[in-house]
């Protein structure tokens, strides 16, 4: 495990992500920890992507602009109805949560996974509207109506968007 730093993601190190990733048997899991720190860099940015496109309930933490503290680059920490989520005390820092790394190195495993299947997976097909497909005397499935990416809003994991859905804004105030 080296310690590569990565940038504009959630997962800070490949050494971060491997650590997360620890003794996941899945194969996806396995083959992601295995990459060039270049490569799982690319996969965790791309999770952060996706996850910060998200509709969010709160705001971001508030940067300090007079004392020269560059805006927050991504949604996370967040202050969410008035509170300042994952606030280290002893740093007096906002942190990003557990469960966000978590749900990235989730959507970096989903989607490593997707991109070595060649976009064939289900969820590939629900997401390009497929209904149903056939290899005539092999198999034939039929996916239900709003399975697949469409109801977990664009993310390709179910298991990061379960670790999101607390932070994921279900309505949207109209002014």
């Known amino acids: 495990m080296a310690d590569t730093p990565f940038s504009d993601s959630y997962i800070e190190t490949d050494a971060e992500l491997e650590a997360l990733i620890g003794a996941d048997p899945r194969a996806a899991a396995v083959a992601l920890k295995a990459l060039a720190a270049a490569s799982q860099e690319w996969y965790c940015q791309e999770a952060?992507?996706?996850?910060?496109?998200?509709?969010?309930?709160?705001?971001?933490?508030?940067?300090?602009?007079?004392?020269?503290?560059?805006?927050q680059p991504r949604a996370f920490p967040r202050i969410i109805d008035g509170i300042t989520c994952d606030w280290n005390s002893s740093t007096s820092l906002a942190i990003v949560p557990t469960d966000i790394k978590r749900a990235c190195?989730?959507?970096?495993?989903?989607?490593?996974?997707?991109?070595s299947a060649g976009g064939t997976?289900?969820?590939?097909?629900?997401?390009?509207?497929?209904?149903?497909?056939?290899?005539?005397?092999?198999?034939?499935?039929?996916?239900?109506?709003?399975?697949?990416?469409?109801?977990?809003?664009?993310?390709?994991?179910?298991?990061?968007?379960?670790?999101?859905?607390?932070?994921?804004?279900?309505?949207v105030p109209i002014r």
């Open 48 to 71: 952060t992507r996706r996850i910060d496109a998200l509709p969010l309930r709160g705001t971001k933490y508030d940067i300090d602009i007079v004392a020269g503290i560059p805006d």
């Open 105 to 115: 190195m989730e959507e970096a495993i989903a989607i490593y996974a997707e991109q």
């Open 121 to 171: 997976s289900r969820a590939a097909l629900q997401e390009a509207g497929v209904a149903s497909y056939q290899i005539p005397g092999i198999i034939s499935e039929t996916f239900r109506p709003g399975s697949g990416g469409a109801s977990q809003m664009g993310l390709k994991s179910s298991s990061s968007y379960r670790m999101l859905s607390k932070y994921i804004a279900r309505s």
